[in-house]
Each structure stands twice: as C-alpha cells, then as structure tokens.
C-alpha cells in the first residue's frame, strides 16, 4: 500500500542529485547574495549543466522531458538553500515549456537550444501596472504591419528583467478581454526594448525584478508561439506548472525552516532544560512537521494531474499552491519564533526565508485569486 504514495526510484535519484547540487553550489552561497543583491548567473547555468534549465521541455527539443512531480521535486530540494535562486529557475523553466509546447518549429530551432543550456534566460511577461489579478484586461498591444509585429506597452514585476535575453509576453492583438490576448517571443536587444529600474523588494534579492518597457518594438510574425488569440490560454496553462512550482519552493523553504528550528531547540537551554524539550516546543514542531506534510501530499497529487492533463487539474494546482504557500509562510513564521531573537537576525537563515516565502502568495496568481479558481470549479459541478 505505501507504493502507491511514495516516489519511484527514478523519482528519488532525481531528487538526490537536485538536494545534492543545493548543498554545494546554492547553500553556501545563498546568504551572500542575499545580502548584496547578487544574481547567481553561473549557478544557475550549472543548473542547467544537469538539465534543470529544461526539466518539462520535450527530449526532441533538448530537454529531459520529465514530469511535473519531478519538477517538483527539483524545486523543493533547491528553495531548501535558496528559494528565490530556486523560483527563479522555475519561471524560465515556464517560459521554455511554452516555447517548446505551442511554438513553431523555426521559434523552437531558434530558441530552445540556448534556453536549454542557460546560455540564454527566459522570463514571462503577463501583469502589467494597472493589471495583476485581472490579467485579462493587459494592454500592451501588438499591431500587424507586413511581417511584423508594432508592439508597444509595458510588463511590472517581471523577474530576470534586464539580466534575460528573452521575454516570453503576452500582448493584445485583437478584442478586449482573453480572446484578443496573443504571446509573442520578444529579445532583450531589439530596439524599442527597455527596462526600470530593479525593484527593491522585501525578499528574493537574488534575483533582479524590473519593469519591462515596449516602445514601437518590431519583432517578426514568426515569433508568435500559438495562433493569434491563443496567448491567454497558452499563460494559463504555464501559470498551472508555475504554481506547483512556487508552492514546492515554499515548501523547501519551510522544510530547510523545520530543520533548522529543532537543530536549534535542541542546543539552546533555557531554564536548565533544552527548550525542545519543553512540550509547547514539542507541540509547535510536531504541527509544523504534519501541516508541510499534508501540504507536500495535496502538491504532489496536484502536479501528477497536471502531467496526466486531468479535467480537474487546475483547480487541483490553484489547491496546492494556495495550500503549500500558507504552509511555508506560517511554519518559517512559527520556525523564527521558535528562535526567538535570534530568528531576527541576518546571523541565523530564518529571517531570508520568512522574507523569500512571503512573496510566493502574490506570485503566480495571488491565494486569493486561488479560492476564486477553486469556488468557482466547486459551485459549477
């Protein structure tokens, strides 16, 4: 009976050598990019050196054609050192399924095989200052004219901006609302193309996040992954894979968290005892273990509905990355307490978790946006 809820072997290995490769190039190193800001560029190409840079590409394009739950898995063991580093990975990992799921085989020849080995970096361009939740309303247009494509507008919060060399955007080209919604590939060096200035943010300083700026950009027609019309589906669907992805990060995190509190409660005495031998301490770890727990089952499930392209996957994958999210930021919040003053400083990690985590509610499609997904799947049966 345990067979059917437990990893396979291949699973494992690729879970190994992803919590392997956290120890020694992200763990580290993690709090020094942290504190001065560093994007951890070649760290990130040596990801890719072991195909975490095109985990859910097809083998025909270069990837390694693996599933969402090994995906999964690859995220939760990198968030463990670093979960901004980690999310990152993530969302270029998106924008690279995308080109290889609804590209042509010309944007595919001329994209992934760079993407694939991190020589190139992907970021996906959907929210715009005026359009978070509502991403349907977006602006930013793409007019035709000849082979080309007028694109002009602007995307908010778009991580790797300025550091990516591609812009996976998605660009009204017809009627308001999501039908007229489009995604085009757009590079960093064409003309019209210009960032803000990088964002200074709570957490994920290790990754840039900057406003990216379209003025009378012309990119080919060629570049259109999908049909005209297909982008917003297109973005809901990398947004699936997306929000298993940020919610295994938050559960790295918290784990790394857990770990780090019972290490810590153990060697730290207070009133001639250990203070994890006090049954409050007790009690608090053990609810912490069991709620990451369950969060990591309904995750895993979710991700192997997304792989099987299940009826109910979405709502499945809004449930756990709403669920997994709530989860990390509420066992780092209880893992920093447990440290009491301490857990405040930059000395200890806590504090760089609890910032990181605390973003992955928003992203992605905020939680609350979530229990909308959910209600609404629920109310329509």
């Known amino acids: ?23 020694d190039a992200i763990t580290p190193h993690a709090a020094e990019w942290d504190e001065k800001h560093i994007f951890p560029r070649e760290t990130v190409k040596a990801a890719a050196e072991l195909g975490f840079g095109a985990i859910y590409v097809s083998e025909e394009s270069g990837g390694i054609g693996l599933g969402r739950l090994e995906s999964a898995l690859i995220m939760e063991a990198m968030a463990y050192g670093c979960p901004a580093t980690s999310a990152f990975i993530s969302i270029h990992n998106m924008a690279a399924w995308m080109i290889d799921r609804f590209g042509s085989a010309a944007v595919k020849d001329k994209y992934l095989p760079r993407l694939v080995t991190a020589d190139w970096l992907a970021s996906y361009c959907l929210t715009e200052p005026s359009s978070g939740s509502d991403a349907a309303a977006l602006k930013t247009t793409a007019k035709r004219d000849g082979d080309d494509y007028i694109v002009n507008g602007s995307k908010q919060f778009i991580s790797g901006a300025g550091e990516n060399e591609l812009y996976v955007t998605m660009v009204r080209t017809g009627v308001d609302g999501p039908k007229g919604i489009s995604c ?72 790394r968290c857990l770990d780090e509190a019972i290490v810590y409660t153990k060697g730290r005495k207070q009133f001639g005892s250990a203070v994890a031998d006090f049954q409050n301490t007790q009690f608090t770890l053990a609810d912490m273990a069991t709620e990451l727990e369950a969060a990591r089952a309904l995750l895993y499930l979710a991700a192997a509905k997304v792989t099987a392209n299940a009826p109910d996957k979405t709502k499945f994958a809004a449930m756990a990355k709403r669920f997994a999210t709530d989860t990390g930021s509420s066992v780092v919040d209880r893992a920093l307490q447990l440290h009491g003053g301490y857990g405040y400083l930059m000395d200890y990690p806590i504090e760089r978790f609890w910032r990181d985590l605390r973003v992955h509610s928003i992203l992605e499609g905020t939680n609350q946006v979530m229990r909308m997904i959910v209600g609404r799947e629920l109310t329509r049966q």
């Open 1 to 23: 009976m345990d067979q059917q809820f437990d990893l396979t072997e291949d699973q494992r290995a690729i879970q190994e050598m992803a919590q392997r490769f956290t120890a």
């Open 184 to 255: 085009l590939a757009i590079e960093k060096d064409m003309p019209g193309v210009s960032f803000g200035a990088n964002e200074r943010k709570l957490g994920w300083h290790a990754q840039p996040t900057r406003q990216v700026m379209f003025d009378n950009v012309r990119v080919p027609a060629g570049n259109l992954i999908g049909g005209e019309g297909e982008g917003f589906r297109i973005a809901m669907m990398g947004l699936d894979g997306g929000r298993l992805n940020i919610g295994a990060c938050s559960l790295g995190g918290a784990q």
